[in-house]
């Protein structure tokens, strides 16, 4: 699948986009999924926000319960100060997690390609275990920052291993809250480990290095279509979308089976479920 121009483009910023990667009719038939997901989903049932901040706090077990499941998070600004939504349901949904791509027939089919299986071998994963997917709405007006953290914290393996698979759904740009990145940033250490004891997570801080900055981050401004491949190890980041236009993704992050998985990463799977490749 890449060319090995592209493999080793990847060593060295650790990460790369693969422009054109799915089409539009996929892309359509994920979205209107989506949407049906959130449209079914009671929102009175939960207030749940996923948000990055203080998320050892925040962290709850609606959260945890996600892990093997497909539950709907809302924006943190999605609730005005009568505790009731500001808009729409649709336009208020931070995130759909965590097991769509094993659990609903939609997902599974845009997460089961052989083409992605190919790239994850390119990339250095001998065996992809793919453990969690995750749709990004960013919604309009109030989509959510991502504060600067690497995968890894999430997904850890000895040696690291995870590599995530971002998908554009919709064009990503400056203005509506896409990636930012730190080439070559991969080549540092692991700054923090998210750990879970049973109901309770906590986060590890392994390293004091500082999060880049605008001096050596860059944005990844990419179209519909694309794939961005990142090391676990990447510092990443997205800024709120204050934007009238949504921003889209879809996220995929898979180990490889040859390393050790964390007994204490907050996603296990046992038999009864067992963790599948991209095919
Ligand atoms: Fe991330």
Known sequence: MLTSAQQAEYQRDGFLVVPDFKG??????????????VSQFDASA???????????????????????????????????????????KALSIN???H????????????????????????????????WQSMYIFKQPGIGGEVRWHQDATYFETTPISVTTFWFA????????????????????????RFVRHGGQVRIDRLDTTPWPDDSTAVALEVKAGSLVCFHGLLPHYSAPNRSAVSRHAYTLHATDAGTAYSPH????????FPVRGFI
């Open 24 to 37: 539009g009719a996929e892309i359509a038939a994920l979205r209107a999924r989506a949407e049906r997901i």
């Open 46 to 88: 939960s207030r749940a926000i996923f948000t990055t901040r203080e998320q050892e706090k925040k962290t709850d077990d609606y959260f945890l319960a996600s892990d093997n499941t497909i539950r709907c998070f809302f924006e943190e600004e999605a609730f005005g100060p009568d505790g009731l939504l500001k808009r729409d």
């Open 95 to 97: 995130k759909i997690g």
């Open 99 to 130: 097991a769509m791509h094993d659990l609903d027939p939609v997902f599974r089919a845009f997460s089961s390609d052989p083409r992605l299986a190919a790239v994850a071998r390119e990339l250095g994963l001998a065996q992809a275990q793919v």
């Open 169 to 192: 759904l919709e064009d990503a740009t400056r203005d509506n809250g896409c990636l930012w990145a730190e080439p070559g940033g991969h080549r540092g250490p692991l700054r923090e």
């Open 265 to 272: 990463n907050w996603i296990q799977r046992d038999a009864a």
